[in-house]
T-cell receptor
Framework: DGGITQSPKYLFRKEGQNVTLSCEQN?????MYWYRQDPGQGLRLIYY???????QKGDIAEGYSVSREKKESFPLTVTSAQKNPTAFYLC???????????FGSGTRLTVV | AQKITQTQPGMFVQEKEAVTLDCTYD???????LFWYKQPSSGEMIFLIY??????QNATEGRYSLNFQKARKSANLVISASQLGDSAMYFC????????????FGQGTTLQVKP
């Protein structure tokens, strides 16, 4: 079945470390998105990509980086510049119509 | 600016009763769509229902229906015959033609169903 796979499910980061969250989709969607969710809050957009080798900053891009070298993959790196990275991270993808929006199961990142 | 507002941080409903979760939106686009998602404690986002701005009928999906009032810019979710498994966080989100496919989310409403 088609879908989005995020890994790992849980991730622990030490202060000053960079960590990379994986997001892979087999839906043949052109667009991919990264959202951050803090406890009891809605989702906020970090980065998005509408085509391979191109991506744009969302509302809270500082301290994060992404790449889009393949259509299927959109990894997110949380850098040491992100001062408060503890959050739940959701990856999503979409095709031509908005009705096809699909989310992964998320990665819960904790700074230790 | 485009915005989604959910004014009910928490709601309680008795099992088997209906409940309405409020959502108002703001956009100047003519082409847009409203989503409702359910997020249980596991964190996954479960798609419930979608309403396009040009859809003439209110959307329905099983026990879920969307009360779409375009002039008032509201898109309330109605859950009929609540079940204990409906206890979760619910998010309203908006897609619009000028927003390059991004979704804008509200703050969410936590629903608790009482037995």
């Amino acid at each position: 079945d088609g879908g989005i796979t995020q890994s790992p499910k849980y991730l622990f980061r030490k202060e000053g470390q960079n960590v990379t969250l994986s997001c892979e989709q087999n839906l043949n969607h052109d667009a991919m998105y990264w959202y951050r969710q803090d406890p009891g809050q809605g989702l906020r957009l970090i980065y998005y990509s509408q085509i391979v080798n191109d991506f744009q900053k969302g509302d809270i891009a500082e301290g994060y980086s992404v790449s889009r070298e393949k259509k299927e993959s959109f990894p997110l790196t949380v850098t040491s510049a992100q001062k408060n990275p503890t959050a739940f991270y959701l990856c999503a993808s979409n095709g031509v119509t908005p009705y096809g929006y699909t989310f992964g199961s998320g990665t819960r990142l904790t700074v230790v | 600016a485009q915005k989604i507002t959910q004014t009910q941080p928490g709601m309680f409903v008795q099992e088997k009763e209906a409940v309405t979760l409020d959502c108002t939106y703001d956009t100047s686009d003519q082409s847009y769509g409203l989503f409702w998602y359910k997020q249980p404690s596991s964190g996954e986002m479960i798609f419930l229902i979608y309403q396009g701005s040009y859809d003439e009928q209110n959307a329905t999906e099983g026990r879920y229906s969307l009360n779409f009032q375009k002039a008032r810019k509201s898109a309330n979710l109605v859950i009929s015959a609540s079940q204990l498994g409906d206890s979760a966080m619910y998010f309203c989100a908006m897609w619009s033609s000028s927003n390059t496919g991004k979704l804008i989310f509200g703050q969410g409403t936590t629903l608790q169903v009482k037995p």
